[in-house]
């Protein structure tokens, strides 16, 4: 009797496993998919129709190297050439993404990410028009320099995952 409960107990198991596995029956991935598409045709229907590449394989490993620094509170002084630089570097990335993204024609594929993008464009655009370079006030509580430099920084990191977010959902598998 309890060698049947065991053996029961491990098919129930087994089976619940193979259900959550990360490579769910198309029929799970469409009704998934469909439920949460704010438009007629689903994810997967659209990634397929147009074959948008999976951009996150390249660009990830060029947002992590953008983002990551060897200097220790690379930021601590936003108005500083240093801060200055290192956000330069995240944004030449997010303006490259920007640019595969269109030339992709991805941009519908790649909407986390073209929000997070968007973010971090709004934030550079801020950053300059504030003068927040070399501007000794810009570590002064209620200065928007350490907004823009916190958004810029945040947006090249959250890319990181947007971007894999949005190819998961649109079955993106280049």
């Given at each position: 009797?309890?060698?049947?409960?065991?053996?029961?107990?491990?098919?129930?198991?087994?089976?619940?496993?193979?259900?959550?596995?990360?490579?769910?029956?198309?029929?799970?991935?469409?009704?998934?998919?469909?439920?949460?598409?704010?438009?007629?045709?689903?994810?997967?229907t659209a990634a397929s129709s147009?074959?948008?590449?999976?951009?996150?394989?390249?660009?990830?490993?060029?947002?992590?190297?953008?983002?990551?620094?060897?200097?220790?509170?690379?930021?601590?002084?936003?108005?500083?050439?240093?801060?200055?630089?290192?956000?330069?570097?995240?944004?030449?990335?997010?303006?490259?993404?920007?640019?595969?993204?269109?030339?992709?024609?991805?941009?519908?594929?790649?909407?986390?990410?073209?929000?997070?993008?968007?973010?971090?464009?709004?934030?550079?655009?801020?950053y300059t028009n504030d003068g927040c370079?070399?501007?000794?006030?810009?570590?002064?509580?209620?200065?928007?320099?350490?907004?823009?430099?916190?958004?810029?920084?945040?947006?090249?990191?959250?890319?990181?995952?947007?971007?894999?977010?949005?190819?998961?959902?649109?079955?993106?598998?280049?």
């Amino acid at each position: 009797m309890h060698t049947r409960t065991a053996l029961v107990a491990i098919a129930v198991l087994a089976a619940t496993l193979t259900a959550c596995s990360n490579e769910p029956s198309p029929s799970k991935a469409e009704r998934a998919t469909t439920a949460n598409s704010p438009t007629p045709a689903t994810p997967s229907t659209a990634a397929s129709s147009t074959a948008a590449p999976k951009l996150s394989t390249a660009w990830v490993p060029k947002l992590e190297k953008a983002t990551t620094t060897d200097v220790q509170g690379v930021c601590t002084h936003v108005g500083s050439k240093q801060c200055a630089d290192h956000l330069t570097d995240i944004v030449t990335v997010g303006i490259d993404l920007q640019q595969a993204i269109a030339e992709a024609s991805a941009k519908r594929m790649y909407p986390r990410s073209t929000d997070e993008l968007d973010k971090m464009m709004r934030a550079s655009d801020g950053y300059t028009n504030d003068g927040c370079l070399n501007d000794p006030l810009a570590d002064v509580d209620g200065s928007p320099c350490f907004k823009h430099s916190l958004d810029i920084m945040g947006a090249g990191a959250s890319l990181q995952f947007t971007m894999q977010t949005d190819e998961i959902r649109w079955g993106l598998d280049g």
